[in-house]
């Protein structure tokens, strides 16, 4: 078990490589619309089942440009959320109910024991790092109360592979080889031109279940985001059809915590308590 240090650290530096990414805007836009949004309104329903009643304190750690937060704070939550892209600091400060503020997932700039709830939803899947993750968990530990709730996103080891061949990017030889490593050991490196995405780490299910273990959290469950439907071809145009759509959650609730379908989804939540 890890055992946190009492106090923030000193907030590190980001990446340039994902910064710039970032700082492109596209990230506000992504889960919005399209076959993409099936990431946000998973995320929605596995959330409001693990969430308390609100208004519970939450912590959005990586927030991004608030796409979460959002309809957090429209539930009655009281929502902080803290990213270390500037623009997105921009875009989610402008939100009603959500306050945004410059930060780093491994040096939170907030006293011990001040949330209800702590989401990781985008940080460790680009800590490539494993200390780095570690520092990231600690942070949450820290922040989190007694009896709080932490809930982490990752990415899936063979999400670029599965990606690619849906996308048909696995045939081009120039993407092929980082695919493929990617897959063996989980670091995605985009260095040079004809990027997939920008430096991130694919965790594997049982992997981010021991890490939140060590970190001294109380497994809580495991739920695949986007299950195989993500696969499918038709699935943006199934979301805009209020009655299949709302038959595509509940077929996606069915699998979502079965341990052999896990690794199938493209995004993978990982919730535990703090004792």
């Not at 946000?40 to 693990?50: F, S």
């Not at 608030?66 to 009655?76: I, S, T």
């Not at 790092?129 to 990752?154: F, K, N, P, W």
């Not at 985009?190 to 594997?204: C, K, P, R």
Request: hydrophobic residues 40%.
């Amino acid at each position: 078990m890890t055992h946190p240090a009492q106090g923030p650290r000193t907030a590190p530096a980001l990446a340039e490589e994902i910064l710039a990414y970032y700082q492109q805007g596209k990230e506000d836009g992504r889960l919005r619309a399209g076959r993409r949004r099936l990431e946000l309104l998973r995320t929605q329903d596995v959330l409001r089942r693990l969430l308390p009643s609100a208004p519970a304190k939450i912590l959005d750690v990586g927030g991004g440009s608030g796409v979460h937060a959002e309809w957090l704070a429209r539930d009655g939550h009281v929502v902080d959320l803290v990213d270390p892209v500037p623009l997105h600091i921009e875009q989610a400060g402008r939100l009603p109910g959500v306050r945004a503020r410059l930060g780093d997932a491994r040096a939170l700039p907030f006293a011990d024991d001040s949330f209800d709830v702590v989401l990781l939803l985008g940080p460790l899947y680009h800590l490539a790092e494993a200390d780095d993750r570690t520092h990231a968990l600690a942070e949450a530990y820290r922040v989190l109360r007694s009896g709080g709730l932490l809930v982490t996103a990752t990415i899936n080891r063979f999400a670029g592979l599965h990606d690619a061949l849906n996308r048909e990017r696995y045939f081009d030889p120039s993407r092929r080889s980082r695919i493929e490593a990617a897959a063996r050991d989980g670091r995605l490196c985009n260095e040079g031109g004809n990027a997939l995405f920008t430096t991130a780490y694919f965790h594997q299910p049982p992997e981010i279940a021991r890490d939140l273990e060590r970190a001294g959290f109380t497994p809580v469950g495991q739920y695949g985001v986007e299950g195989a439907a993500w696969l499918m071809g038709e699935v943006g145009t199934w979301l805009e059809d209020a009655a299949r759509c709302e038959l595509l959650l509940g077929a996606l609730r069915l699998t979502e915590s079965e341990p052999s379908l896990l690794g199938v989804s493209g995004h993978l939540l990982t919730a535990g308590g703090k004792p």
